[in-house]
């Protein structure tokens, strides 16, 4: 492995990272907080980190795969270890584990929290910690390869170890490029967003911070009942819409701008994503709709009578969304709904949002690869002498990438489990030790039980929220490059 390179590289992200600091602690001297000189002090520490590990300078350029995926590795544990920093020299999260599970929850775009009463945090915190989720949710390093292009053509390595799902398409030739028309999509939907928060009667705080959660599909806010504070149906409606755009394919964006609305409208897994959406939307709405007349909705203000089925609709959308994306965004206590919505969003929880968007999961597009391979075994149990190819979108799918796809589902299988066990000796509940991981792995933030919508992580052990925190980064960078990690043949030389 090119050590000197690796470095190198981890140290130009961690300078990045220190830089966007700025922006919290502008927020913090404008509100006249008492955490401006928390963030100052996080800032200088990890510019300085950044700038020592960046003096070191490769001897060799090439930066292999493998390389590729110890920077994404390396620099995800060093940005959240670091980005934890405000939190801790504040005083506002006496831990550092602590703070280290808040911060990788904030850039791996999870929205699990330890913390119990969010409202007691200063307003600059506030805003670092909803915008680790901007910024983790097209990527840290994605926005590097936007800002540093002397990266080149090399960091294409980078940016298919970090970006989601089964392969990573360049829209155009040079990668950074690309980075720059994915923020660019990214930042436009973003405004987009919290000018239809401005008309339905945020504050541009407000606005900015909900819009980082929906944006990065994570979920922080700044009240302790979300969006559910708002109580207002317009700020429910847009936040679903939104978080349900954010949970496309970015490339799909790309084509509309371009005018290629047959490759846009034609793509399967776009259509399937919806297809689960809605579909889901409905029947969970009708399923809860004996509900509403007695209430349980709104986490704000607690029963409220007189709902029916447009009302029903309302919530379930907005949480099928919220859960889909992986947002973990909640306008009701889910925990008190039918099993079946109980279990449908479970169900969802697995399916995730699509490859090539800011959400987490296994992603629509496996689910389809997978269903797809099933297919097709159980033809060749019926026809053993049968010539069965798959193809997705009229192409052919290459065995490779199904052999990656299995992989991918079986590893995903294996943390999830191992996550488990280790979780259980916590002595919570099953349903409470089972979602917690499913929730971080997918990078959801709520499960059920414990960890529901009006529920937090804080009473899980150290060693507990540190194999849930593994899992958010397993679970935001695809497994692969912390197992990675792992393999003694991967340190080489």
Not at 210 to 224: D, E, I, V
Not at 250 to 273: D, H, I, P, Q, T
Request: glycine share 10%; proline share 3%.
């Amino acid at each position: 492995m090119n050590k000197r390179l690796t470095f190198h590289l981890i140290g130009n992200v961690l300078r990045l990272s220190g830089a966007l600091m700025l922006l919290p602690l502008i927020v913090s001297l404008i509100y006249g907080g008492s955490d401006a000189l928390a963030i100052l002090e996080a800032m200088a520490i990890t510019v300085a980190a950044g700038s020592a590990l960046a003096f070191i300078r490769p001897r060799r350029e090439t930066l292999r795969a493998r390389e590729g995926f110890a920077v994404v590795a390396f620099s995800w544990l060093l940005v959240s270890f670091f980005g934890g920093l405000p939190f801790y020299f504040s005083g506002y999260i006496p831990s550092l584990v602590d703070c280290f599970f808040e911060t990788v929850s904030g850039f791996t775009t999870t929205g699990a929290t330890i913390i119990r009463n969010v409202e007691l945090l200063p307003r600059g915190l506030l805003f670092w910690r909803s915008f680790t989720h901007w910024a983790g949710g097209m990527g840290v390093l994605v926005l590097s390869l936007a800002l540093i292009p002397k990266m080149g053509a090399r960091s294409i390595h980078l940016m298919r170890a970090e970006s989601p799902g089964p392969s990573t398409d360049k829209l155009v030739p040079r990668v950074a490029n690309n980075a720059k028309i994915l923020y660019a999509i990214y930042g436009g939907l973003s405004v987009v967003m919290v000018i239809a928060l401005l008309l339905c009667g945020l504050d541009l705080y407000d606005a900015l911070v909900h819009m980082f959660g929906a944006a990065g599909t994570g979920g922080f806010g700044t009240y302790a009942n979300s969006i559910a504070h708002f109580d207002s149906a317009a700020v429910d409606v847009v936040t679903g819409i939104f978080m349900a755009l954010f949970g496309v394919n970015f490339s799909l964006y790309y084509y509309v701008l371009k005018g290629n609305w047959k490759a846009a409208l034609g793509n399967s897994e776009m259509r399937l994503y919806w297809a689960i959406l809605l579909i889901s939307s409905v029947l969970i709405a009708i399923n809860i709709m004996p509900m509403a007349a007695r209430g349980f909705y709104s986490m704000a203000d607690g029963v409220k009578p007189g709902g029916n089925f447009f009302t029903a609709l309302r919530y379930s959308f907005f949480q099928v969304s919220s859960v889909m994306t992986t947002t973990g965004y909640a306008t009701a206590d889910f925990n008190l709904w039918p099993q079946f919505s109980r279990v449908l969003l479970v169900v969802i929880m697995f399916i995730g949002a699509s490859a090539g968007s800011t959400g987490g999961g296994i992603k629509v597009i496996r689910v389809q690869l997978l269903m797809k391979s099933m297919i097709r075994d159980i033809r060749r149990t019926v026809h053993p002498k049968s010539v069965n190819t798959i193809k997705l979108d009229g192409h052919t799918v290459s065995e490779s990438i199904l052999s990656g796809v299995q992989g991918f589902f079986f590893a995903y299988m294996f943390v999830l489990l191992a996550s488990v066990i280790v979780v259980s000796r916590d002595g919570f509940s099953f349903e409470t030790n089972f979602t917690a991981v499913v929730a971080t792995l997918s990078n959801i933030g709520p499960g059920l039980g414990m960890v529901g919508p009006t529920g937090n992580f804080a009473a899980f052990s150290d060693v507990s929220k540190l194999v849930l925190s593994l899992c958010m980064l397993i679970g935001r960078l695809e497994v692969f490059p912390i197992l990675m990690l792992f393999a003694p043949s991967a340190w080489r030389q």
